[in-house]
């Protein structure tokens, strides 16, 4: 079991440019969590998905930020118009259901 | 507010001693988990309770639902439990407490 996947490890973008990031869950877990990390905030939720229906996403900025999954073995970030404060780790996350999470080693963004 | 607050939010050990962990919870939760962030920013599961206690190895961990708090205990501490402990509980999300800063030193 490789265990989540995340992709790119590292991004480094400009300011205004478009990020997008990409996980894959662990075989057979149904629901996918996507959180964000900075040493100010600490770990803050975004969104999650169950079965790959978006069930909650009060965590998600609204104008720029947008989760999908549009299959069950990857889910995206994507960040639109991006600002030095959108850099941050990116942490993906699925579980059997909402159970017990497994992370994956983040996609650290960088936004100059 | 904050849903979970976790203390001490740093903490120095020598190896072969041991603390505690807190945990406490100001809405319900269904169960807590605990991770261990280690140098390369990976979170790594430690356990998941909905309720009682687990042992696994040097880390015993327990849930008191009831009180709302749940604690992880760490005997025999190590140089590789170094690291940022964090406690999760499960209610409508997942919310995390501040991370615990573990430094053991020899």
């Known amino acids: 079991n490789a265990g989540v996947i995340q992709t790119p490890r590292h991004k480094v973008t400009g300011k205004g440019q478009e990020a997008t990031l990409w996980c894959e869950p662990i075989?057979?877990?149904?629901?996918v969590f996507w959180y964000r990390q900075t040493i100010v905030q600490g770990l803050e939720f975004l969104t999650y998905f169950r079965n790959q229906a978006p069930i909650d996403d009060s965590g998600m900025p609204k104008e720029r930020f947008s989760a999908q999954m549009p299959n069950q073995s990857h889910s995206t970030l994507k960040i639109q118009s991006t600002q030095p404060q959108d850099s941050a780790v990116y942490l993906c996350?699925?579980?059997?259901?909402?159970?017990?999470?497994?992370f994956g080693e983040g996609s650290k963004l960088t936004v100059l | 507010g904050d849903q979970v607050e976790q203390s001490p939010s740093a903490l120095s050990l020598h190896e072969g001693t041991g603390s505690a962990l807190r945990c406490n919870f100001t809405t319900t939760m269904r169960a807590v988990q605990w991770f261990q962030q280690n140098s390369r920013g990976s979170l790594i599961n430690l356990f998941y309770?909905?309720?009682g206690t687990k042992e696994n190895g040097r880390l015993k961990s327990t849930f008191n639902s009831k009180e709302s708090y749940s604690t992880l205990h760490i005997r025999d501490a190590q140089l590789e439990d170094s690291g940022t402990y964090f406690c999760?509980?499960?209610?409508?999300?997942?919310?995390f407490g501040k991370g615990a800063k573990l430094t053991v030193s020899p």
């Open positions: 996350a699925s579980s059997f259901d909402t159970g017990q999470l497994y």
């Open positions: 075989s057979g877990h149904s629901a």
């Open positions: 309770l909905a309720s």
């Open positions: 999760a509980g499960t209610g409508s999300k997942l919310s």
